[in-house]
């Protein structure tokens, strides 16, 4: 999800993990979906595997503290960076219907930041907002000591959701509360096998596979003669920010020039700007535009949409691009809203479903790799 003051859209999506039993050294995958998990010896280092939860929620399970460890449902957003869980305190309408709330009372390990207030907005309207303080966690079976997080007892009514908190993995924390990012945690404590993460989002129709690898990447997943990497730009503000080469709409190119996007797993859709989404649904026949920024479209076409980055071009499946919100009415992937710049877009599930994704820290880069099962 993108925070407000970075200027750009939030849609949630969410992951679900299980927790591995933590023997340095291990590879921990995450399944992006409950159910039981391998690992590997690799190195002497650390990398985590969880299983996701699929389409619209891929979330995941994190354990808070020590003495009485608790565990979450947390959302893996690399459109923002700050962590933060629901706490007891929160009576908020948005957090009643929430089975766990964190209980700082029972967690040897919590310490209060004192006089430092956690807030985080984003531009669907979502805000959260408590107190900061620090504690252990554990991400598939791997502790991070001394992580700072938002203690939140404040949230909007929009945040009604199957998680009870947010784990952003942007390069840094660009929310404005001055976090280091868990991820970059175990970078910087040497921990990990490699300073990457990786994606596969499954789709919930076809039951594919859904998991988060910290640590590294899953080579059973993904064809590596495909691989290509793309450079984050400069300036970019701990985003996952990369640039695009051009789009594809049933094969008409768009001439992009000057163009970038953020890579975000916490959100559902391809998100551009007015002028451009105009643009790309001008190629495609009987698309309407409404207000809300969706565009409709005819639910029986097949259509041919593609995202070019590093000179490969990627293509989506119709089925995540021509989505059915009622009975024969279908809108496209593409929405439109104010991404803060002309030039920018915002990428989410819609279009990663179809591609595995790695998040190379250490080389401040995201690749792309063909689908193992496609």
Excluded at 341 to 366: C, M, P
Aim: glycine share 8%.
């Amino acid at each position: 999800m993108r925070v407000l003051h970075i200027f750009t859209f939030a849609i949630a999506i969410f992951l679900s993990v299980d927790a591995l039993p933590y023997d340095k050294p291990i590879v921990l995958t995450i399944p992006l979906k409950p159910k039981s998990i391998t690992h590997r010896r690799i190195s002497r280092r650390a990398i985590g595997t969880m299983p996701l939860h699929q389409d619209k929620a891929y979330y995941g399970q994190i354990t808070f503290g020590t003495g009485t460890p608790q565990n979450f449902d947390i959302q893996f957003d690399t459109g923002s960076g700050a962590l933060f869980v629901v706490g007891k305190n929160c009576t908020a309408p948005a957090c009643n219907h929430m089975p766990n709330k964190y209980d700082p009372d029972v967690d040897k390990s919590f310490s209060l930041i004192v006089g430092k207030h956690f807030g985080i907005k984003y531009v669907d309207g979502t805000e959260a907002q408590g107190d900061s303080g620090k504690t252990t966690i554990v991400i598939a079976g791997i502790p991070v000591e001394a992580q700072e997080f938002g203690l939140v007892d404040e949230v909007t009514d929009n945040f009604k959701h199957s998680y009870e908190g947010v784990m952003g993995m942007e390069i840094s924390d660009s929310s404005g509360n001055q976090q280091t990012t868990p991820i970059t945690n175990l970078i910087n404590n040497n921990t990990l096998d490699k300073p990457q993460f990786s994606f596969l989002l499954g789709r919930e129709d076809d039951q594919s596979p859904s998991e988060l690898i910290i640590g590294g990447s899953n080579p059973d997943r993904y064809r590596n003669d495909s691989l290509t990497f793309t450079h984050v730009v400069d300036n970019n503000f701990g985003a996952w920010e990369i640039p695009i080469d051009d789009c594809i709409v049933d094969g008409i190119y768009l001439n992009l020039e000057g163009h970038t996007v953020y890579v975000d797993t916490g959100a559902e859709y391809i998100v551009m700007p007015i002028n451009d989404a105009r643009e790309f649904y001008s190629n495609i026949p009987n698309a309407v535009e409404y207000p809300n920024g969706f565009f409709t479209i005819d639910c029986e076409e097949e259509y041919e949409v593609g995202l070019a980055f590093s000179g490969t071009t990627w293509y989506m499946d119709s089925r995540d691009f021509a989505i059915e919100v009622s009975e024969n009415v279908c809108i496209g992937a593409v929405i439109s809203s104010n991404t803060g710049s002309e030039t920018k877009w915002i990428i989410g599930s819609a279009f990663l479903k179809n591609v595995y994704t790695i998040f190379d820290q250490g080389n401040r880069q995201v690749g792309f790799a063909q689908l193992r099962y496609s």
